[in-house]
């Protein structure tokens, strides 16, 4: 058993994390026995956003044994059974409250949401246990990738492999894993994420980045989030940054939350950017129509070695 890893968190997920451990105190203390949370409670007590889709009641609580003999039974809560479950597993959040494992919680989901959800709600757990630290996001990532190619037959299984396929660690929110998955979904090459542009440096001395970039073809995509409409500093310091970019030769694509919402705005913004690459001597097969996930074939780096 461990203890809960401090995690990046929004305001909203500390909120819900908060409203998750004081209702699954009660619910502990009324039952009068240990339980053990897992599902999207256990994403709530670890301030992980819930995924967008879920075909589970995200308003109850989720409980998890190893076998049918151990299940709570009370309408209080909402059982299921995870066979993989060992001591090591289990999280300790307070005194009386005990959750299921992240990457343990993320393959349970796996029978429960989409691929896409279940690569963003990957790549969020990742972002919000590393703390930033390279390694760490790099081991993160590995732990999810051993944890489904050693574990035995689990339903979603199947599921969890395709998303191993497009997990990337060094992503910072949902919206730019999103981004991404539109550009690969309209036949695009998969970009590196969160680059370090070599040589180019702000007025403060900080490298510059690049939330995705195909550096051989000097083209880049910039994630436009709610910071950057409201932050003065932050609106000159992106100014800066492209500036800079187009001065050296780099060709930026810039999008919004807006330009993700539904199917015609990916396309517009796949088109935008494929158009960009194409004009530098990229290759591919662009598809007008947006692919399944399940339908890809990607290849993508496996580590990030840096990070501002």
């Known amino acids: 058993m461990s203890h809960r890893t401090p995690s990046i968190e929004t305001a909203e997920s500390a909120k819900l994390r908060q409203t998750a451990m004081s209702r699954c105190s009660q619910v502990t203390k009324a039952l009068g026995r240990e339980l053990l949370f897992g599902m999207t409670t256990s994403l709530e007590l670890q301030g992980i956003s819930l995924p967008k889709h879920c075909d589970l009641d995200t308003n109850a609580l989720h409980t998890t044994a190893s076998c049918q003999n151990l299940r709570v039974q ?12 060992k001591p090591a597993c289990q999280v300790q959040i307070s005194k009386h409250v005990f959750t299921l494992d992240l990457i343990s919680t993320w393959a349970q989901l796996g029978a429960h949401v989409p691929l896409m959800d279940l690569i963003v709600l990957a790549e969020s757990i990742i972002h919000a246990q590393a703390h930033n630290d390279v390694a760490q996001m790099n081991h993160i990532h590995h732990q999810f990738v ?4 050693s574990a035995p037959r689990f339903t979603g299984k199947q599921r969890c492999k395709q998303a191993l396929r497009f997990i990337m660690p060094g992503v910072c929110s949902p919206r730019e894993t999103e981004s991404r998955l ?7 090459p998969c970009p590196e994420v969160n680059f370090i542009v070599p040589g180019l440096k702000f007025t403060s001395g900080a490298p510059m980045t690049l939330d995705m970039a195909w ?6 995509v ?11 500093q932050q609106w000159h310091r992106d100014r800066e940054k492209r500036d800079k970019l187009r001065a050296n030769g780099w060709r930026i694509v810039i999008i919004s939350s807006g330009d993700i919402d539904d199917d015609e705005v990916r396309a517009r913004f796949a088109l935008q950017a494929g158009r960009q690459l194409a004009s530098r001597g ?15 074939k990607t290849t993508k780096p496996v580590a990030i070695t840096s990070r501002s």
Do not use: C
């Open 282 to 296: 990229a290759l591919f097969n662009f598809s007008i129509i947006a692919k399944p996930l399940e339908r890809i």
């Open 74 to 85: 009370s309408k209080l809560v909402e059982h299921h059974v995870w066979k993989m479950l």
């Open 222 to 232: 910039e994630y436009d989030g709610d910071q950057h409409r409201y932050d003065k």
């Open 215 to 220: 550096p051989q073809w000097h083209v880049g």
């Open 146 to 149: 051993s944890f489904v190619t």
């Open 182 to 188: 539109a550009l690969l979904s309209h036949g695009l």
